[in-house]
């Protein structure tokens, strides 16, 4: 099959996984819904979207109000952080051509824990929510290691993965110092840390959904530069990628898709990390297939793991989840295969 039609049987092949997921998780609680009348459900609330009445009913009967407001918007921003990063996973991977990089490879996850923390510690010194700092001290930690990276007009990898090492440890520490003084916030603080969907609702959903949809759409034009930078930078200059512009393009989209994935949803470790890797196992190396492929997988991947969080006899927060399973799997991988070769 040309590459083009793979990713498009494959997209289509988990876009469907995605959905059956969506379907069953969302049926799934103290008050168990059957699939069918959840898909009944889910229908009639995209009839009220395109009627322009709204996805819920004025007066739902109990399941509906179940399913779509209180359910539904936790399983929505679960699939869209799962895809956003497993996109930035996989962007980051061919970037640095080394599957052990991640999302917050470049100081990313960090910078948007330092604001959070900043904001539940510090409390009305800090004038932002705990969403708007997470992304202002995401993008700004990004912002820093490009900056102390690039000299001369030209950003070596090396050096930018040595400056996302040094700034995580630096902003390591700040939030370390913050939770010292976070008195009796501590446990909000480590919870947010933890990785979160238990507090989601539609407006998270209307914040992350279209900025990670765009940083997608703005890395697809961009799958065979990052094919050609598995080569090398030289090779890549040499059949004609403009490997500069490519890496300020695909670290600015990955970045901001990162950027807010984390300040909705936490520190959600080993979906940017083990799902790309896992899938580029399946369907290769080939960008125009990975990339597509790798945020479908992610987006099931998180909806699956929180929706064993959620129903645990005590509710875990999803990076606990993600960790257990991620880990283990990622520690096979390592023993049974050669992951240093892309």
């Not at 609330?45 to 819920?56: F, K, R, Y």
Request: no cysteine; proline share 5%; net charge neutral.
């Amino acid at each position: 099959m040309r590459p083009a039609a793979r990713a498009v049987a494959w997209s289509a092949g988990l876009a469907g996984t995605l959905l059956v997921l969506v379907i069953v998780s969302a049926g799934l609680g103290p008050v168990a819904i059957p699939a069918d009348q959840v898909a009944r459900i889910l229908l009639g609330g995209l009839a009220g979207v395109a009627n322009g009445t709204g996805a819920v009913p004025a007066d739902p009967d109990a399941a509906t109000a179940i399913v779509l407001s209180l359910r539904l918007p936790r399983i929505a921003l679960a699939a869209v952080v799962g895809f956003g990063l497993a996109t930035a996973g996989t962007v980051m991977q061919g970037f640095f051509r080394n599957p052990m990089a991640d999302p917050a490879i470049i100081g990313v996850s960090s910078g948007a824990a330092v604001g959070a923390v900043a904001v539940i510690a510090l409390g009305s010194l800090v004038p932002l929510g705990i969403e708007t700092a997470a992304f202002a001290g995401a993008l700004v930690a990004a912002f820093a290691v490009y900056l102390v990276a690039t000299r001369g007009g030209r950003t070596p990898v090396a050096t930018l993965l040595l400056a996302g090492v040094a700034v995580q440890a630096l902003l390591g520490a700040v939030v370390s110092l913050l939770l010292l003084l976070a008195g009796e916030n501590l446990r909000e603080a480590v919870f947010w840390l933890m990785g979160h969907l238990h507090r989601s609702d539609w407006g998270d959903v209307a914040v992350a959904a279209p900025v990670v949809l765009l940083g997608f759409l703005a890395l697809l034009p961009f799958v065979r530069e990052l094919n050609a930078l598995l080569l090398g930078e030289e090779d890549a200059h040499a059949v004609g990628v403009d490997v500069q512009r490519t890496k300020i393009v695909l670290l600015a989209a990955a970045s901001l898709v990162t950027a807010v994935s984390v300040s909705v949803a936490g520190v959600i470790g080993f979906v940017g990390l083990v799902v790309p890797h896992g899938v580029r196992l399946v369907v290769g190396p080939d960008h125009r297939v990975l990339l597509p492929a790798s945020a479908f997988a992610g987006a099931a991947f998180l909806v699956a793991t929180d929706t064993v969080a959620r129903l645990g006899a005590a509710e875990l927060p999803v990076g606990i989840v993600t960790a257990f399973l991620g880990a283990p799997f990622f520690l096979y991988l390592l023993r049974d295969r050669e992951v240093y070769a892309l």
